[in-house]
């Protein structure tokens, strides 16, 4: 169950990303926040994604202060897709 809630929120926080232009700051920050969130939480395990997730977040933080990358955009929206879908699996 909470896999498929977590998954939700990766999905939602791609969208987010992908749509970084016109999304507002704050909601980048929070998308941030969850993914820094969860991935030193499960990061302490030493999952490798979890690091992954983690840097996605700090990424998201560039993103709000309007630094961005298309390459690197495009591999966190794909990255966080493929974690969503693999959930719901």
């Known amino acids: ?27 980048l920050g929070y998308v941030a926040s969850y993914l820094i969130g969860k991935g030193v939480l499960f990061g ?14 700090v990424y998201a933080i560039f993103l ?9 955009t495009t591999l966190a929206t794909i990255y966080l897709l493929q974690k969503a879908v693999i959930s719901f699996f």
């Open 1 to 27: 169950m909470i896999i498929k809630i977590m998954g939700g929120i990766d999905l939602a926080a791609s969208i987010i990303l992908f749509f970084n232009g016109v999304m507002p700051e704050k909601l």
């Open 44 to 57: 302490m395990s030493g999952d490798i994604a979890s690091y992954i997730d983690a840097g996605v977040g």
């Open 64 to 72: 709000s202060f309007g630094i961005s990358s298309t390459l690197l």
